[in-house]
T-cell receptor, first 112, second 112 residues
């Protein structure tokens, strides 16, 4: 069965204090790994897709990387507006393109 | 603002009521999805439509009935819901089943 585990569950940072969020996955053939950001009371906002080990994507203070077993979301010099829940999801070849299997997320709080 | 629009934003209904949730996108996407999300949990897939045809039904109870009248519109008809059905209902769309999904901000549903 496909599984996605995110750590830590919650992370508190000071503004400017860089850190990384982890997403470990077990799937029978990874088709794609997706990162989303979700603010309270809102739907998930798409951030990145990664398809193969070694791939990296960047957007402002965020950088996502992918290995054969895990993905990291690096946050450089975070600001309070980066506070949100970050969700990782995988799409596997064996379960079909339709299905995203989500992790339980990392709740990030950045204090000024 | 998200390009996937969901109405209503909030809905309170009794267990004997019939109501519908509506989702609209004008991005030309041909795949649309319904998810259910409980507090502090990741989204759970309910239904997938591809080219207006139902592609996946994740063993959802028959009190939830999806409908895709055209490529831009997705409805979720609700009847005789239970208190445990109270949740945030999210709609998403993607260009096709292989592309990233883009979410609306959801309908917050409360069953009395």
């Amino acid at each position: 069965e496909d599984q996605v585990t995110q750590s830590p569950e919650a992370l508190r940072l000071q503004e400017g204090e860089s850190s990384s969020l982890n997403c470990s996955y077990t799937v029978s053939g990874l088709r794609g790994l997706f990162w989303y950001r979700q603010d309270p009371g809102k739907g998930p906002e798409f951030l990145f897709t990664l398809y193969s080990a070694g791939e990296e994507k960047e957007k402002e203070r965020l950088k996502a990387t992918l290995t054969k077993k895990e993905s990291f979301l690096h946050i450089t010099a975070p600001k309070p507006e980066d506070s949100a829940t970050y969700l990782c999801a995988v799409q596997a070849w064996n379960t079909g393109f339709q299905k995203l299997v989500f992790g339980t997320g990392t709740r990030l709080l950045v204090s000024p | 603002d998200t390009e996937v629009t969901q109405t209503p934003k909030h809905l309170v209904m009794g267990m004997t009521n019939k109501k519908s949730l509506k989702c609209e996108q004008h991005m030309g996407h041909r795949a649309m999805y319904w998810y259910k999300q409980k507090a502090k949990k990741p989204p759970e897939l309910m239904f997938v439509y591809s080219y207006e045809k139902l592609s996946i039904n994740e063993s959802v109870p028959s009190r939830f009935s999806p409908e895709c009248p055209n490529s831009s519109l997705l409805n979720l008809h609700l009847h005789a819901l239970q208190p445990e059905d109270s949740a945030l209902y999210l709609c998403a769309s993607s260009q096709d089943l292989t592309q990233p999904q883009h979410f609306g901000d959801g309908t917050r549903l409360s069953i009395l």
